[in-house]
């Protein structure tokens, strides 16, 4: 069985976010950019699954500009057998990135689809959603566990939900989307490193999967959150009770 992982490249997240000047989005230029964190996660799921021999082979996929062939080789260095980049210069939201998965996956045919489930610098959580909707397959959102049952071609996928856990039979193929329990991902060694770099990686455009990218949103504006005023310090409760009443006014 092959399993697909789709990987992000976002921003570092102990970078500082810093808005642009004119204020159309974040600064990105200079700024040091890494794998989204929840796709570590599916990755690493997708190596352990191959590792236990349930699985043949694990294929990474990452969409974006050129660079983002830096963060698919971290892919391939962590154990990815091969990559493929679909390489677009535009904002690609989820619609699109769900259109060009299922684009893929029929090309691929893999037997599980496996991605994180938010990225850390739009924290849209749709993408996975939205792919198994387009491909009409089940799927585990938000999962902690998953345990994999090649014979009986199900997958069965423990999910963080607001009332504790629940758990989920999939029938293969399936999409997956990792929560940050699942797994701690392991780091690239160097020989890793060393190998990835003689390691495939595909490259495909838009065009060549027949999906037309074509945004019906426009960003009007990106700004700053407001800055925290300092806390004080209140002398009783009483004073507490007539600061939140009449200068919080949240009771």
Same mark, same amino acid.
């Given at each position: 069985?092959?399993?697909?992982?789709?990987?992000?490249?976002?921003?570092?997240?102990? +970078?500082?976010?810093?808005?642009?000047?004119?204020?159309?989005?974040?600064?990105?230029?200079?700024? @040091?950019?890494? !794998?989204?964190?929840?796709?570590?996660?599916?990755?690493?799921?997708?190596?352990?699954?191959?590792?236990?021999?349930?699985? #043949?082979?694990?294929?990474?996929?990452? !969409?974006? =500009?050129?660079?983002? +062939?830096?963060?698919?080789?971290?892919?391939?260095? !962590?154990?990815?057998?091969?990559?493929?980049?679909?390489? #677009?210069?535009?904002?690609?939201?989820?619609?699109? +990135?769900?259109?060009?998965?299922?684009?893929?996956?029929?090309?691929?045919?893999?037997?599980?689809?496996?991605?994180? @489930?938010?990225?850390?610098?739009?924290?849209?959580?749709?993408?996975?959603? !939205?792919?198994?909707?387009?491909?009409?397959?089940?799927?585990?959102?938000?999962?902690?566990?998953?345990?994999?049952?090649?014979?009986?071609?199900?997958?069965?996928?423990?999910?963080?939900?607001?009332?504790?856990?629940?758990?989920?039979?999939?029938?293969? =193929?399936?999409?997956?989307?990792?929560?940050?329990?699942?797994?701690?991902?392991r780091y690239a060694t160097l020989p890793n490193i060393m190998k990835a770099k003689s390691k495939?990686?595909? @490259?495909?455009?838009?065009?060549?999967?027949?999906?037309?990218?074509?945004?019906?949103?426009?960003?009007?504006?990106?700004?700053? =959150? =407001?800055?925290?005023?300092?806390?004080?310090?209140?002398? #009783?409760?009483?004073?507490?009770?007539?600061?939140l009443k009449n200068e919080a006014h949240v009771?």
């Amino acid at each position: 069985m092959k399993i697909m992982v789709a990987i992000k490249r976002v921003v570092d997240y102990a +970078v500082k976010i810093r808005v642009k000047p004119d204020k159309t989005g974040v600064e990105t230029q200079n700024v @040091k950019m890494s !794998m989204n964190p929840f796709c570590e996660i599916a990755l690493e799921e997708a190596l352990r699954i191959r590792e236990s021999g349930l699985a #043949s082979e694990v294929v990474a996929v990452s !969409m974006g =500009p050129s660079q983002c +062939v830096d963060t698919l080789r971290t892919g391939l260095a !962590m154990g990815a057998d091969r990559g493929i980049h679909v390489e #677009s210069n535009g904002a690609l939201y989820p619609v699109f +990135v769900a259109k060009l998965l299922r684009a893929l996956v029929e090309v691929e045919k893999p037997g599980l689809l496996i991605l994180g @489930k938010q990225a850390i610098d739009d924290d849209c959580n749709q993408t996975g959603q !939205m792919v198994a909707g387009l491909l009409n397959w089940p799927q585990g959102t938000f999962a902690s566990k998953v345990v994999l049952d090649k014979e009986k071609q199900v997958v069965t996928v423990d999910r963080e939900v607001d009332g504790g856990l629940e758990t989920l039979c999939l029938d293969l =193929p399936a999409v997956i989307t990792t929560d940050l329990r699942l797994n701690l991902p392991r780091y690239a060694t160097l020989p890793n490193i060393m190998k990835a770099k003689s390691k495939v990686i595909k @490259k495909y455009s838009p065009q060549d999967l027949d999906v037309e990218i074509k945004s019906d949103l426009e960003v009007v504006q990106v700004i700053e =959150p =407001p800055k925290r005023k300092a806390g004080v310090i209140v002398s #009783s409760v009483d004073e507490l009770i007539d600061k939140l009443k009449n200068e919080a006014h949240v009771i």
